[in-house]
């Protein structure tokens, strides 16, 4: 395979090729400036939100959160990611994730900051005019100006364009009548600007508002009683006859839905650090819990079963962050080839990040797994404590469960993972097909497994993963050829290869990123946090793909595939048990996440 010390990977290629572990971008490469942002901002947060977070589970914290909002912006915090003209100070994109990760991380308050950074302020900073953002942006960074996103409605949630929202043009053609419900809109309860996703006239395809609450005509539902986030505002909105003025149509008619992806596409990438902040922050919990708790004369962090836990959400947790910033790294260079190249920034912008949309996609779903297996396994920790509404993994237990279901089911995530990869490959801008077909004659020369060079973890790793690589191209290749068009109908098989895939580009980053600390203080540990990475991810890759294959191919064919893929799955005989104490022992001994 080839490798990329030179050249920038581009979307999906990760697949295709093997990275250069200095081509990486990871947490230890935070600079001055990154680590100081994230400083401030936890003291704040910490000062604001954590110690009184009890109130974020309540009504109590939707009735701070505007307030919060505006020290924020006397802060200069939420000019994150606007440029200087409009009153912000436009980190890079890596810079955003580091902040996100503290932020959003912040309880339900963490929703506030979300929207009013990013959901609530991307499709103006994407799509608007020069008047637009010169009239909201400096508002909207100062938190004078309160945005929400509003695209879901009753009958429209995954399949959002079907929306029924409707924009009428006025007599005199000078404004939109607008009309119609949305639903589940985060921040709506204290919302001065709404972004609204409705149709013009009859046409097809969405448009995007910019709504002021003073226009008049908007009523908002009562809050949602929700299981989690209750400090987040969440109502219903309903839109009865407002006059948006014909200026304030965002980007193009029709380009509603561009711009509901596009901003979607940055949300989900930063919602893959965020639950990485609320994941570190669950195995706080756990892990002084476990010191503390003594049952049958010892701490229970001394049991096997604990320590069994505590190595594998500190797994889990490295792969997390490795691919989240990877990933943000692979878009800020991106971004910075294309204007060094003569793009306009802006373009650059949105193109980088359209770009690794597939990697966004699979860092939302990964993430808020993990998130979930971590929050999930410090609560099985506490025990009986646990279950109390008493303890704080409590609320975090239901406030995390909601990251799966928004900024795209990771259903459709999935299969948005593969749908894009394919949709590439059509274009002609990832050469999956002939990579594909190369790995299908190995298979069919019988010599589709390569053997590490040495037993060194570099080899061994990087051997696993390209074994992985070609697991997940055989098994993509074997359903495409047997099942052509009914491809899209068998979202089984579909989810599958979605799970392959991410569970390949995690294992890659943690490891590409303990290659890259090779020699530091803390390698040994880091080799045996990977190897519990790839170890956990060659196991899913065998079973996905296996069951991938029960669902499609028969008789002979079928057997060869089961066998080639597992035995492309077998990434060596690691003493799991002996690594996850290791690592469990790091945690303890550090009382917390080990790394960093
Ligand atoms: C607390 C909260 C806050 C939210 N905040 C906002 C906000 O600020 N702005 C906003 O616009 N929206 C917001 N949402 C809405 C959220 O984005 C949607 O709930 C989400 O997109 C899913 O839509 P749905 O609830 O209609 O589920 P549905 O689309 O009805 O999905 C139901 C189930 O069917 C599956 N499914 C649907 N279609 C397919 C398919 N084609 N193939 C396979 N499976 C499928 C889904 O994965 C899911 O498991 C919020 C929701 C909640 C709960």
Same mark, same amino acid.
């Given at each position: 395979?080839?490798?990329?010390?030179?050249?920038?990977?581009?979307?999906?290629?990760?697949?295709?090729?093997? %990275?250069?572990?200095?081509?990486?971008?990871?947490?230890?490469?935070?600079?001055?400036?990154?680590?100081?942002?994230? /400083?401030?901002?936890?003291?704040?947060?910490? &000062?604001?939100?954590?110690?009184?977070?009890?109130?974020?589970?309540?009504?109590?914290?939707?009735?701070?959160?505007?307030?919060?909002?505006?020290?924020?912006?006397?802060?200069?915090?939420?000019?994150?990611?606007?440029?200087?003209?409009?009153?912000?100070?436009?980190?890079?994109?890596?810079?955003?994730?580091?902040?996100?990760?503290?932020?959003?991380?912040?309880?339900?308050?963490?929703?506030?900051?979300?929207?009013?950074?990013?959901?609530?302020?991307?499709?103006?900073?994407?799509?608007?005019?020069?008047?637009?953002?010169?009239?909201?942006?400096?508002?909207?960074?100062?938190?004078?100006?309160?945005?929400?996103?509003?695209?879901?409605?009753?009958?429209?949630?995954?399949?959002?364009?079907?929306?029924?929202?409707? %924009?009428?043009?006025?007599?005199?053609?000078?404004?939109?009548i607008l009309n119609g419900q949305k639903m589940w809109i985060t921040s709506s309860g204290h919302a001065d600007l709404?972004?609204?996703?409705?149709?013009?006239?009859?046409? /097809?395809?969405?448009?995007?508002?910019?709504?002021?609450? +003073?226009?008049?005509?908007?009523?908002?539902?009562?809050?949602?009683?929700?299981?989690?986030?209750?400090?987040?505002?969440?109502?219903?909105?309903?839109?009865?006859?407002?006059?948006?003025?014909?200026?304030?149509?965002?980007?193009?008619?029709?380009?509603?839905? @561009?711009?509901?992806?596009?901003?979607?596409n940055t949300g989900r990438i930063k919602m893959a650090t965020s639950v990485t902040g609320t994941a570190k922050r669950?195995?706080?919990? +756990?892990?002084?819990? %476990?010191?503390?708790?003594?049952?049958?004369?010892?701490?229970?962090?001394?049991?096997?079963?604990?320590?069994?836990?505590?190595?594998?959400?500190?797994?889990?947790?490295?792969?997390?962050?490795?691919?989240?910033?990877?990933?943000?790294?692979?878009?800020?260079?991106?971004?910075?080839?294309?204007?060094?190249? +003569?793009?306009?920034?802006?373009?650059?912008?949105?193109?980088?990040? %359209?770009?690794?949309?597939?990697?966004?996609?699979?860092?939302?779903?990964?993430?808020?797994?993990?998130?979930?297996?971590?929050?999930?396994?410090?609560?099985? #920790?506490?025990?009986?404590?646990?279950?109390?509404?008493?303890?704080?993994?409590?609320?975090?237990?239901?406030? $995390?469960?909601?990251?799966?279901?928004?900024?795209?089911?990771?259903?459709?995530?999935?299969?948005?993972?593969?749908?894009?990869?394919?949709?590439?490959?059509?274009?002609?801008?990832?050469?999956? #097909?002939?990579?594909?077909?190369?790995?299908?004659?190995?298979?069919?020369?019988? @010599?589709?497994?390569? &053997?590490?060079?040495?037993?060194?973890?570099?080899?061994?790793?990087?051997?696993?993963?390209?074994?992985?690589?070609?697991?997940?191209?055989?098994? $993509?290749?074997?359903?495409?050829?047997?099942?052509?068009?009914?491809?899209?109908?068998?979202?089984?098989?579909?989810?599958?290869?979605?799970?392959?895939?991410?569970?390949?580009? $995690?294992?890659?980053?943690?490891?590409?990123?303990?290659?890259?600390?090779?020699? +530091?203080?803390?390698?040994?540990?880091?080799?045996?946090?990977?190897?519990?990475?790839?170890?956990?991810?060659?196991?899913?890759?065998?079973?996905?793909?296996?069951?991938?294959?029960?669902?499609?191919?028969?008789?002979?064919?079928?057997?060869?595939?089961?066998?080639?893929?597992?035995?492309?799955?077998?990434?060596?005989?690691?003493?799991? &048990?002996?690594?996850?104490?290791?690592?469990?022992?790091?945690?303890?001994?550090?009382?917390?996440?080990?790394?960093?």
């Amino acid at each position: 395979m080839e490798t990329t010390s030179t050249s920038i990977l581009k979307g999906g290629e990760f697949l295709l090729r093997e %990275a250069d572990p200095e081509s990486v971008f990871c947490p230890e490469d935070f600079n001055e400036e990154q680590i100081m942002l994230r /400083k401030s901002v936890r003291d704040f947060l910490n &000062k604001e939100v954590e110690s009184r977070h009890e109130l974020f589970d309540g009504p109590k914290g939707r009735e701070l959160a505007p307030g919060l909002l505006e020290q924020m912006g006397e802060m200069g915090f939420l000019g994150i990611g606007v440029p200087e003209e409009y009153g912000g100070f436009e980190a890079d994109f890596v810079t955003q994730l580091a902040f996100g990760e503290i932020a959003y991380a912040s309880w339900a308050f963490g929703l506030s900051i979300g929207v009013q950074t990013s959901l609530g302020v991307a499709p103006l900073l994407l799509y608007g005019n020069a008047e637009q953002k010169a009239k909201y942006l400096p508002g909207i960074v100062s938190a004078e100006i309160k945005s929400c996103y509003c695209l879901t409605e009753p009958g429209a949630g995954s399949d959002a364009n079907s929306g029924k929202t409707q %924009a009428v043009y006025s007599d005199d053609r000078s404004h939109f009548i607008l009309n119609g419900q949305k639903m589940w809109i985060t921040s709506s309860g204290h919302a001065d600007l709404f972004f609204v996703f409705a149709k013009i006239e009859d046409d /097809k395809n969405l448009s995007c508002f910019i709504v002021e609450k +003073g226009y008049g005509g908007i009523r908002l539902g009562a809050e949602e009683k929700k299981m989690g986030i209750k400090g987040s505002s969440t109502r219903q909105v309903f839109f009865e006859n407002v006059p948006v003025p014909v200026e304030n149509l965002l980007g193009e008619r029709q380009q509603g839905f @561009k711009i509901a992806l596009n901003v979607l596409n940055t949300g989900r990438i930063k919602m893959a650090t965020s639950v990485t902040g609320t994941a570190k922050r669950a195995l706080d919990y +756990g892990l002084n819990y %476990a010191l503390e708790r003594v049952q049958f004369g010892r701490p229970i962090a001394q049991f096997g079963a604990i320590q069994h836990k505590i190595g594998e959400m500190v797994a889990r947790i490295y792969a997390m962050e490795s691919l989240a910033y990877r990933t943000g790294g692979h878009i800020d260079r991106m971004h910075d080839e294309m204007v060094h190249e +003569g793009m306009d920034p802006l373009d650059a912008k949105f193109k980088s990040i %359209a770009e690794f949309a597939t990697e966004c996609a699979m860092a939302k779903v990964f993430n808020t797994e993990g998130e979930d297996f971590v929050v999930d396994e410090s609560l099985q #920790m506490h025990g009986g404590m646990g279950y109390s509404a008493e303890t704080p993994i409590e609320t975090m237990y239901r406030n $995390a469960r909601i990251d799966r279901i928004y900024e795209g089911t990771n259903e459709i995530n999935r299969m948005l993972t593969v749908d894009m990869l394919l949709r590439r490959a059509l274009k002609g801008k990832l050469d999956l #097909m002939s990579r594909g077909m190369a790995v299908m004659q190995d298979f069919q020369a019988g @010599k589709v497994v390569r &053997k590490p060079a040495s037993d060194s973890f570099a080899d061994q790793c990087l051997t696993g993963i390209a074994n992985l690589k070609r697991a997940a191209l055989l098994v $993509a290749m074997s359903a495409s050829q047997k099942l052509m068009q009914q491809l899209e109908e068998e979202q089984e098989v579909l989810m599958h290869v979605a799970d392959m895939l991410m569970q390949i580009y $995690a294992a890659e980053s943690a490891v590409l990123r303990t290659l890259k600390q090779s020699g +530091g203080e803390d390698y040994e540990l880091r080799q045996a946090i990977s190897r519990l990475v790839l170890y956990r991810a060659a196991e899913t890759c065998q079973d996905a793909g296996q069951e991938a294959l029960l669902g499609f191919a028969e008789g002979a064919e079928l057997e060869a595939l089961l066998d080639a893929v597992e035995q492309l799955t077998r990434v060596g005989h690691f003493n799991t &048990k002996a690594l996850r104490r290791q690592v469990a022992e790091a945690a303890i001994t550090r009382k917390g996440y080990p790394i960093g």
